[in-house]
């Protein structure tokens, strides 16, 4: 069975920290790749997505994500974090036939000032 | 403004009753969704619909059920055969099915579910 794997489940960073949030994946076929982010109090929403092309994706605010397709990684990343990043992030990855999209645990990121 | 509403957004039920929560989209999209989400873990698919009248198990369905009579409304019952239904859950919608190419998922605000 496919599954998502987000390493950490809290990180907590100064302000103008660099960030890395892991997410690796197990599935060997072609893949489609999100990082969604959820803001205290907002909807989740979509911060970036991969589907082919260039591996290094840039997304919302500043973020990007990197697909190495040998390491079964999708980490997403952002060079100086600020205060307004606090939220939690959520790896998700669908690949195969079927339609279901598959969701890691989710990252609480704390951003202290 | 375009989005889904989910109704209500607290809620509290007995035991051994059954419960609705309502979501309406009006993006015009054809495929909606209900997740769970319990602390720690990702969200979970309970039940996905691709068009109207037409919908399928998730991962964890048992204990759940829907209808889609109308493109916008997508109503999930917990019923009272569900072992643990206290938990966050999140409806969403997309143009097409999930995970295809160029589609974007969007969320609703949530709903709580308590059971005391």
């Known amino acids: 069975a496919q599954s998502v794997s987000q390493h950490n489940h809290h990180v907590i960073l100064s302000e103008a920290a660099s960030l890395e949030l892991g997410c690796n994946y197990s599935y060997g076929g072609t893949v489609n790749l999100f990082w969604y982010v959820q803001y205290p109090g907002q909807h989740l929403q979509l911060l970036l997505k991969?589907?082919?092309?260039d591996p290094l994706v840039k997304g919302i605010k500043g973020f990007e994500a990197e697909f190495i397709k040998s390491k079964f990684s999708f980490n997403l990343r952002k060079p100086s974090v600020q205060w307004s990043d606090t939220a939690e992030y959520f790896c998700?990855?669908?690949?195969?036939?079927?339609?279901?999209?598959?969701w890691g645990a989710g990252t609480k990121l704390i951003i202290k000032p | 403004d375009g989005g889904i509403t989910q109704s209500p957004k607290y809620l509290f039920r007995k035991e051994g009753q059954n419960v609705t929560l309502s979501c309406e989209q009006n993006l015009n999209h054809d495929a909606m969704y209900w997740y769970r989400q319990d602390p720690g873990q990702g969200l979970r698919l309970i039940y996905y619909?691709?068009?109207?009248?037409?919908?399928q198990k998730g991962d964890i369905a048992e204990g759940y059920s829907v209808s889609r009579e109308k493109k916008e409304s997508f109503p999930l019952t917990v019923t009272s055969a569900q072992k643990n239904p206290t938990a966050f859950y999140l409806c969403?919608?997309?143009?097409?099915?999930?995970?295809?190419?160029?589609?974007?998922?969007?969320f609703g605000e949530g709903s709580w579910l308590t059971v005391v």
């Open positions: 969403a919608s997309s143009i097409v099915p999930q995970g295809r190419a160029g589609n974007t998922i969007y």
């Open positions: 998700a990855v669908n690949g195969g036939s079927n339609y279901q999209l598959i």
């Open positions: 619909s691709q068009i109207v009248n037409d919908f």
């Open positions: 991969y589907f082919s092309g």
